[in-house]
């Protein structure tokens, strides 16, 4: 309780604040837009890099749960439940005020899920999804746990792929935007585009805090313990696998809330979000940012989001991806942004690198 | 349901079956000798049938399924040695994450060479129309040429790995590695020639099955994860019962698309994965205690 500890929150913060003066004065605000996207993204990268660097579980299945929470919210605010009315369940969420009656452009009245009651339902599903799949998961480890965190991430796909009540290969549209309180919405209309590049920036910035207490608590170091030898941190009594499960749902629940408001920002979710490129993208990030290195998982995630969504790497994008994967694991499987490689800029966010090192 | 559909239901079980058996058996030959699963396994099957299709426009069928095996073999060779041969001890995740990511690499390059359309070579003998009539079971030749190929690759395999020199040495360098290089067996050259050997048998279950799936740039992964199920059902490094865990996921396969839309077939298949990691992750044949000993 230094200090110290709030010194690298207070960096991130300015550079939130810094970019979004910098895009005003260079005109360019139109890369905000990219920005946020990016923003969230970073989110699944964060909540990932817990459970990859920390609790060393891969998962090659976090697109399925940004999916889980995209399409979830997206199919609740936008299905219309006024032929279904009268019945009684209908009625029963109409009065407990989970419901929004809307006019489209002809007049044409339609009653559906307000955003709220639709997130916290979409993250409460992902909650599940990730405790029933994580329980058997977990207790695989290496190439089976690979496999089948891999094949959990393509039921999904398949399903939303196959399934027409989730626009099969179309995906969803025409999703509202999402009012948080009056004056601030989730939205991708350009007028409130600074609004939002806020909100996600500090949506990412209150995962940073809430993932950066927990590495330096009980419980991270936990997580390190089993990281390090699963069987002599069960020996000194670490229940090891309570720590992985819940590791993997809080990183499920990350991805969710991310998908959940990237699918307002867009006003749509596609199953391309849900395919097993997304997933092996968020894991390549992670490995570039050092695995346990939470500042170069954000870094990274920001910065590679960024370049492939304004298109930097054209039809190369996959290929990019696979090539820095590749590269990264034969030469630097400890990440670029090593302790030993950036000493220099590491010394500013010292206290996280210097707990790890003594752990 | 009458007699003649469950029969031909059954065939295309079989035929499929025997698709995921041999690349299952890519699976088993690389992880074998080295421990190792290669995500991109699959890759090799998309690539023997690219290739086969590409060099078959120059030159006739049969030469052309050799070139296509041939290069393939030299594209598994120059993978191992540029990317693997060198790391030292290097840890699963590691492993798993590089050939992640070759295998994209492969595929992208495949997109920039041959774009996204689907090919096909052509029937082997015959057309797609022509069948035999076997007890009122119409069979396309081509599912001959699978099934029969196949299990020729099969037994060659068996006798290689059991009366040859280098098959042997393979077998050694499995079973302990250090004992093996203790009687001068190169355990490095043994993994290299893991590598070509399951290349060659993917890519050769590429090209007798393009002409009925037909291939794709991105055709691998399916086929990969299919393989790797089949390969998990009998338990990983069991050939012999790869070849059946395989014919049972096809036959299965192919009766689900009776009660579910094909839109969920691979779901179906996956599903079979979670559930045999979940409760038998040994495989069906595979022994509980010599697995649990094992390491990853």
Redesign the interface.
């Known amino acids: 309780m230094n200090f110290h500890k709030y010194l690298p929150i207070a960096a991130l913060i300015s550079a939130v604040i810094a970019i979004q003066l910098l895009t005003y004065f260079t005109g360019s605000a139109y890369m905000l837009t990219q920005l946020t996207m990016s923003a969230y993204y970073s989110l699944v990268i964060i909540g990932l890099c817990i459970l990859m660097g920390y609790a ?1 579980q ?1 998962s ?1 299945g976090h697109a399925g749960f940004f999916a889980i929470g995209g399409y979830i919210s997206a199919f609740l605010t936008t299905c219309n439940l006024l032929p279904y009315r009268s019945h009684s369940l209908v009625s029963l969420f109409s009065k407990a005020g989970l419901l929004n009656m809307s006019e489209d452009l002809y007049g044409g009245q339609a009653l559906h899920f307000h955003p709220w009651a639709a997130c916290v339902m979409a993250v409460l599903f992902t909650i599940i999804a990730a405790y029933c799949i994580g329980g ?2 977990l ?6 746990l ?3 965190t ?3 991430g ?2 999904v796909y ?2 939303v ?2 399934t027409s009540f989730f626009g099969a290969a179309d995906g969803l549209s025409d999703v509202p935007s999402f009012v948080i309180f009056p004056g601030l919405e989730v939205s991708g209309k350009s007028s409130v585009r600074i609004q939002n590049y806020y909100i996600a920036s500090g949506l990412v910035i209150a995962g940073v805090i809430i993932l950066l207490n927990l590495i330096n608590s009980r419980i991270g170091r936990a997580l390190r313990a089993i990281h390090g030898a699963e069987d002599a941190a069960g020996a000194m009594g670490v229940n090891t696998a309570k720590y992985k499960l819940h590791t993997f749902v809080l990183s499920a629940v990350f991805a969710s809330i991310a998908g959940v408001l990237l699918t307002h920002y867009n006003g749509g979710i596609g199953p391309s979000e849900a395919s ?2 997304k997933s ?1 993208r968020y ?2 990030i992670v ?1 570039i940012g050092g695995m346990a290195n939470l500042w170069g998982a954000l870094l990274m995630g920001f910065l590679l989001n960024f370049l492939s969504l304004r298109g930097y790497f054209g ?2 994008d ?2 990019v ?6 590269i990264i ?2 030469f630097a ?1 400890e990440g670029l942004l090593h302790k030993n490689s950036f000493r220099g800029i590491k010394k500013i966010f010292s206290h996280t690198t210097k707990e790890e090192g003594q752990a | 349901m009458n007699i003649e559909l469950f029969f031909q239901y059954l065939v295309a079980g079989l035929t499929y079956g025997t698709i995921y058996a041999i690349v299952a058996i890519g699976f088993n030959i690389i992880y074998n000798t080295t421990g190792i ?1 290669n995500f991109a396994q699959g890759e090799f099957v998309m690539l023997g049938g690219m290739i086969a299709v590409t060099m078959n426009k120059f030159m006739p069928l049969p030469s052309a399924i050799l070139a296509a095996v041939t290069l393939t073999m030299i594209l598994g060779a120059l993978i191992e040695i540029v ?1 693997i041969r060198w ?1 030292v001890k ?5 492993m ?3 050939t ?6 492969i ?3 495949a997109l ?1 060479i041959w774009g996204e359309s689907v090919r096909a070579l052509p029937y082997f003998t015959g057309t797609e129309v022509s069948s035999i009539a076997i007890g009122g079971v119409f069979i396309s030749p081509q599912v001959l040429w699978v099934i029969g190929v196949s299990s020729i690759a099969v037994v060659a395999l068996n006798l290689f790995f059991n009366y040859t020199l280098p098959g042997r040495q393979m077998r050694a360098c499995s079973a302990n590695r250090d004992a093996a290089r203790l009687c001068g067996i190169s355990a490095k050259n043994m993994v290299t020639l893991s590598f070509v050997l399951s290349a060659g048998i993917g890519a050769l279950a590429g090209c007798v099955v393009s002409p009925i799936t037909y291939v794709q740039y991105d055709s691998g ?1 399916g086929l990969a ?1 299919k393989g ?1 199920t089949v390969a ?1 059902l009998g338990g990983l490094g069991n050939s012999m019962a790869a070849v059946a865990a395989g014919m049972m996921l096809g036959i299965l396969e192919s009766f689900s698309i009776w009660v579910m ?1 094909t ?2 077939k ?2 179906i298949s ?2 079979i ?2 559930l045999i ?2 409760v038998r ?1 040994s495989g069906l044949f595979g022994n509980k205690e010599a697995f649990s000993l094992k390491e ?1």
Not at chain 1, 139 to 144: C, E, M
Not at chain 1, 321 to 326: M, P
């Open positions: 060393g891969i090659l058997p998961v207790k695989l480890k290496g190439h089976y690979a496999m089948a891999l094949g959990f393509i039921i398949r399903i792929l196959g097993v490129m092996v894991v390549a490995a039809s190369f996959d290929a991806f696979g090539s820095i994967l590749i694991m034969l499987p | 699963i990317f790391l290097p840890s699963v995740l590691r798993i994450i590089i992640i990511g070759l295998s994209i690499v595929r992208e390059g920039h992964t994860i790797f998990i839309p839109a969920y691979d779901v996956i599903a994965l979670l990691l979940f992750p990853f």
